[in-house]
């Protein structure tokens, strides 16, 4: 009940270090692992500490609105960089000439196209930022549910320059109003972050980290992650056969077959935001895909989640937003 270490509840640190390493390949010690309030917070928190304002922060485009926020309040200048189907254009970091600080990047799962960085962009990233001295924060926000291929291992386990913040979450895992996440922290940096927490907020929920931590221990989680993949990977194969037989003339299904949404591109011309507002009115929850651009998308889409919803709903899901799609 009394005042906790900022880092983070020690078993729970010490939970976390041994999962990363054995699923994820990451490699850290407990003593790197700061327990946040969600990656939100690790993303605020390495926004604060690493960049000045001004600072230039490389993006992927399209990419998270949550990171853009976490930056942008630190004061940073945010430069989007294109993804195709290797991940966020390293090449074209190069090319630009002007450094950055640090770049965002979902490497697993990029976050909402749902491509994997390919081996040689990863290597591309890191000499960047061996070479520059800049920071990779990577988003690995919801890795555990891959359905068709093996897991891809974190960007941070291939790191030799400690130049990666690892940023997760359980809020995929488990689920977001947990709010618990972690940073896997590079040594030199464990001061400067253990200090940013404690002027925030002190530290995490005891009580949180504690029930998670035998959660862990007891073997819950590893079975509760096999029980779910299994769950979403038939929620996104009913999504993709309704929208198949339902919306096949007007969307077009891109990413890889992992996490828990999906982008659907609309026929060009179609207004994004249109769709989902009307989507909205019928009860039915479509982000558009322009909120992920800094600069204008040059085609609308949908972000479709289908973690909460059963094969019922998805299907009649799919009929509401058909019918928007038609008066937009
Ligand atoms: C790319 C990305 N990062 C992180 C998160 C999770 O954020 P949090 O842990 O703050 O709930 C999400 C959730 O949608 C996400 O899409």
Redesign the pocket.
């Known amino acids: 009940m009394a005042y906790g270490d900022a880092m983070g509840y020690v078993p729970f640190r010490e939970a976390i270090a041994e999962y990363l390493g054995a699923v994820r390949g990451v490699r850290c010690q407990p003593s790197q692992i700061l327990v946040t309030t969600?990656?939100?917070?690790g993303l605020q928190l390495s926004a604060h500490v690493l960049l000045n304002p001004k600072d230039r922060v490389w993006m992927e485009e399209p990419g998270?609105p949550?990171?853009r926020q976490a930056f942008m309040t630190a004061g940073a200048q945010l430069i989007p960089v294109p993804v195709d189907d290797e991940g966020i254009d390293v090449a074209e970091i190069t090319r630009r000439g002007r450094d950055a600080r640090a770049v965002y990047v979902?490497p697993s799962h990029q976050?909402p196209l749902g491509t994997t960085m390919s081996a040689a962009r990863r290597m591309l990233l890191l000499s960047w930022a061996m070479r520059s001295g800049g920071w990779i924060i990577e988003?690995d926000?919801d890795s555990e549910y891959r359905f068709g291929s093996r897991p891809v291992a974190s960007l941070q386990g291939l790191d030799t320059d400690a130049r990666v913040i690892y940023v997760g979450?359980f809020?995929?895992v488990l689920f977001?109003a947990l709010r618990l996440?972690y940073v896997v922290v590079p040594r030199d940096l464990i001061p400067a972050f253990a200090s940013a927490r404690d002027a925030a907020d002190i530290f995490s929920s005891t009580l949180y980290q504690a029930v998670l931590t035998d959660f862990i221990g007891e073997g819950h989680f590893a079975r509760h992650i096999r029980r779910m993949r299994m769950l979403y990977m038939e929620r996104r194969r009913a999504l993709v056969r309704a929208i198949h037989i339902q919306m096949g003339d007007m969307l077009e299904i891109i990413g890889g077959e992992a996490g828990m949404h999906l982008v659907a591109l609309l026929p060009p011309g179609i207004d994004d935001f249109a769709v989902s507002k009307r989507a909205a009115q019928k009860g039915i929850s479509a982000m558009p895909l322009s909120t992920c651009y800094l600069k204008p998308a040059s085609r609308g889409g949908l972000i479709l989640g289908y973690g909460g919803a059963n094969a019922r709903q998805i299907h009649e899901g799919i009929r509401k937003l058909k019918m928007s799609v038609r008066a937009t």
Do not use: E, I, L, V
Request: proline share 6%; net charge neutral; no cysteine.
């Open positions: 969600g990656s939100q917070q998270y949550g990171a979902t976050y988003d926000y979450t809020s995929k977001p996440g």
